[in-house]
């Protein structure tokens, strides 16, 4: 309580609230700021913002046909619909037409040329998004069908690539496996994934006197929002405010992609004079929109009879679309992540980047990680099932050492390393041995359902592959009576960034964060923001928040040593008060003396990201500032007769540094987890042979439902285990790592269908693992087991034949 409030606290009260301490700083569990409205519905998205009494709804005619070339284009009809106020196509864009994120190839309209089926080809505008969907149905397009290539391998075939190839080389992998006493080859199909946010893309433009903009977007990416409406419409960025209060869900699909519908709605709006909004149905939203990228991964691997790695050759194929959007970074993720937590030998690592007619896919939750990881771990299962070993074990020997085999293919030293420790632990508490004994039993009297069970680490690298988007700035100002307005470059998805942010801010200060506001990501407060994206989200802006709070702390300091005259030693902050020697004031009474004292009370923050860097002419670098690290153990019960499979149990370990909010940590894992066992099992993407996505809206496209949750879910966060890296307040990402927990199950599910054959033989599973899949892996294992047995047969009767 402050003066300005009436109400005066004597120094013995105020002596006994600096005695306590803040509730909601560092570390405590707080809520969502956002979640009672939430609730409630009160929350406001793109879609929620009242409407203007001359605004314009906007509705996009794709393509339906896969490659084509565009032989005409009447737009008449369209205006023979009350209410129709424009119609355009490419050549009425009054600007630069593409909208690549770093590469041309993204045209905001199809020109003379449609790349894919759903690729935008007009637009219409109009009084309402019904009105502008009859509109835009009506007008004439007609199509002179190309070739299309719809499928990885094809693009393969054909040398069909976005951009150049890269590989990742250390040491002689060929002379490593022709020395090798036991040589495995195979490939993996691992499937794309559709985001599925709650809130479909969506924006909403108002013009303003200058010639500008005023854009409310469903973005993860505001100022790449603001460089390209700035170009559609030919005028500089300073034209241009983005503003982003919240997202209904990004996952990734709204870092380039919310571009398109932004800058669609502003160039109608520069054409027209009139606010405009977009809100794409979802099944427009499912086809014209890309997904996390399929990956095609075939590998040679040499090993030991321990199952320990020598050497091994990858070649991870990503089906990119037909554009480059992210694809090269995230195939490159996909490079360094093909390790997951294991020493790999010699290795050469290779990525090509396949361009197909398909929509152009983009980022997702783990951005290329999770596929590169799938590889070796479908690689480590393959091993323990050749050498007739646990897969644990096979796994366990292959972990980075400590001392020794520490420094990946790409010659990151992997510090820090305790994937050993962790996966012990989890080892323990999940009691590991003691259920896979029992399994085992239980399997060999259940003739029809099976149980299997697996147990799979993470190591996942944190920072932009891209360096120069490892940066971050903030905006804060003190009021006079002690309340803060906060903003950063981040941006709010559900996450609970700004909730993070805010308790850090919250911490520096020593005041509770109800004194805190944070605004709508906002391009005229933070300029040149990063995406929210490779779980950097609190580690950047958090930190370029802290060092906002930490200058105007300092001010205040530097203004009591100069006012009071003691030392700096002799200013602290503590529970909303701040003591000055001996003398106690409320932090508002501190901020009000010192404005009277014409104390600056407003700050810039900014961070960058230290001692990352990757050259991608040698394929050598530190790309990441650190690992986090975490392990799952699952179990599932699978129906040999249907293939259908349920997960019983899962057992999390992970690791989050020196937690910021376990509350919201935990959220982040077990939300992690379950999106990562979607993209594992249910969630199947099936284009048909013209190149049609069916699985276009929620009838056929299977999201995660809580009957899909594993029945007994345990997550328990590494304890006592800080960052060592200089991260704000230690803490350790937590967005994306959790994602690749759900390996585990995928794992468990191969386990089950393979003790059909008794665990002789390790059955091919590729992802996502539907029950279709599963089923054909259990048929595999049970032929395996027939012609074994058969063989065995065949074998004995010579033996009875020689004997007579």
């Known amino acids: 309580m402050s003066n300005h409030n009436k109400v005066q606290l004597s120094q013995q009260q105020l002596l006994a609230q600096a005695n306590g301490s803040i509730k909601t700083g560092v570390g405590k569990n707080v809520k969502h700021d956002s979640a009672g409205i939430q609730v409630t519905g009160e929350a406001v998205y793109v879609d929620d913002r009242l409407e203007y009494p001359n605004q314009l709804h906007v509705y996009v005619r794709m393509s339906d046909v896969a490659h084509a070339n565009i032989t005409k284009i009447d737009l008449t009809p369209c205006y023979d619909f009350e209410g129709v106020e424009l119609a355009i196509q490419a050549k009425d864009v009054p600007g630069e037409l593409d909208i690549g994120a770093i590469l041309p190839g993204d045209p905001l309209l199809a020109d003379g040329k449609v790349e894919y089926l759903g690729q935008a080809v007009i637009a219409v505008a109009a009084s309402s998004m019904e009105i502008a969907r009859q509109a835009a149905q009506a007008a004439i397009i007609e199509y002179e069908e190309l070739p299309a290539i719809l499928c990885v391998e094809e693009a393969l075939a054909k040398q069909s690539f976005v951009t150049e190839s890269h590989q990742q080389k250390r040491g002689n992998s060929v002379a490593a496996l022709s020395a090798a006493k036991h040589i495995l080859e195979g490939s993996i199909h691992i499937g794309g994934q559709e985001h599925f946010y709650l809130e479909t893309q969506a924006a909403s433009v108002m013009p303003t006197e200058d010639g500008g903009m005023i854009v409310y977007a469903s973005t993860q990416n505001p100022t790449e929002v603001q460089k390209l409406v700035a ?126 007619n398909t929509a152009s896919n983009t980022a997702f939750r783990g951005f290329g990680g999770p596929q590169g990881m799938m590889t070796i771990e479908h690689i480590m299962d393959e091993i323990a099932g050749k050498l007739g070993k646990d897969p644990l074990s096979v796994r366990k020997v292959n972990f980075y050492g400590i001392e020794d085999r520490n420094v990946t293919h790409y010659y990151q030293k992997v510090e820090d390393n305790f994937i050993h420790e962790l996966v012990a632990d989890l080892e323990a508490t999940s009691e590991y041995a003691q259920r896979r004994k029992a399994i085992d039993e239980y399997n060999k009297t259940s003739p029809i359902l099976k149980k299997g069970i697996s147990l799979t680490p993470v190591k996942f690298g944190i920072s932009f592959t891209a360096t120069f988007l490892n940066q971050a700035g903030a905006l804060l100002h003190v009021y006079t009576d002690g309340s803060m307005q906060l903003s950063h470059g981040g941006t709010e998805m559900g996450q609970g960034l700004n909730t993070k942010v805010a308790q850090i801010v919250a911490q520096e200060f020593q005041v509770d964060i109800d004194n805190i506001q944070i605004t709508s990501a906002n391009t005229s407060k933070v300029p040149n923001t990063s995406p929210t994206a490779a779980s950097s989200g609190t580690d950047l802006n958090g930190k370029a928040a802290q060092n906002a709070a930490r200058t105007i702390k300092q001010r205040l300091i530097d203004f009591c040593v100069a006012h009071f005259s003691v030392t700096e030693e002799e200013v602290t902050f ?39 860097y990757y050259d991608h002419a040698t394929a050598k670098g530190r790309p990441f500032y650190y690992f986090a690290y975490g392990a799952s153990c699952s179990e599932v019960l699978i129906d040999t007769l249907t293939g259908e499979y349920k997960t019983l149990r899962v057992d999390i370990l992970h690791d989050v540094g020196a937690s910021l909010n376990p509350d919201i940590d935990i959220g982040q894992i077990e939300g992690g987890f379950i999106q990562g066992l979607g993209w594992l099992t249910t969630e199947e993407l099936v284009w048909n042979d013209k190149g049609k996505l069916a699985t276009n809206g929620p009838m056929g496209y299977k999201i995660p439902a809580i009957a899909d949750t594993p029945i007994d879910f345990r997550t328990h966060l590494v304890e006592n285990r800080s960052n060592p890296e200089q991260t704000v307040y230690n803490s350790k990402a937590v967005g994306e790592p959790p994602f690749m927990l759900s390996m585990s199950v995928w794992s468990a599910l191969r386990d089950a269908a393979a003790s059909v054959a008794d665990h002789q033989y390790m059955p091919h599973l590729d992802t996502p693992a539907t029950p279709e899949r599963v089923l054909w892996a259990v048929e595999e294992a049970e032929s395996y087991k027939y012609k074994a047995a058969l063989a065995a047969e065949v074998t004995e009767s010579k033996k009875d034949s020689v004997t007579v």
């Open 231 to 356: 170009e559609v419409i030919g005028v500089p960025m300073h034209k241009v405010v983005i503003d982003m209060r919240r997202m209904g869900g990004g996952f990734g699909g709204k870092e380039t992609q919310a571009a398109g519908p932004a800058c669609l709605c502003a160039v109608f709006a520069k054409l027209t004079g009139r606010p405009t909004k977009i809100r794409l149905p979802r099944v427009e939203d499912m086809m014209m929109t890309g997904k996390r990228h399929p990956f095609f991964n075939q590998y040679k691997v040499g090993f030991n009879d321990d199952g320990q790695i020598n050497g091994i050759e990858i070649i991870a194929a990503s089906n990119c679309g037909y554009s480059p959007d992210l694809s090269s970074s995230i195939t490159d993720r996909a490079m360094f992540h093909s390790d997951n937590a294991y020493y790999l030998g010699d290795a050469t690592i290779t990525g090509h980047r396949c361009k197909t």
């Open 574 to 612: 503590r529970n909303n008060t701040v003591t000055v020697r001996e003398q106690i004031m409320t932090f508002a009474d501190l901020i009000q003396l010192a404005y009277f004292n014409q104390i600056s009370l407003s700050s810039t923050g900014f961070y960058k990201t230290p001692k990352i």
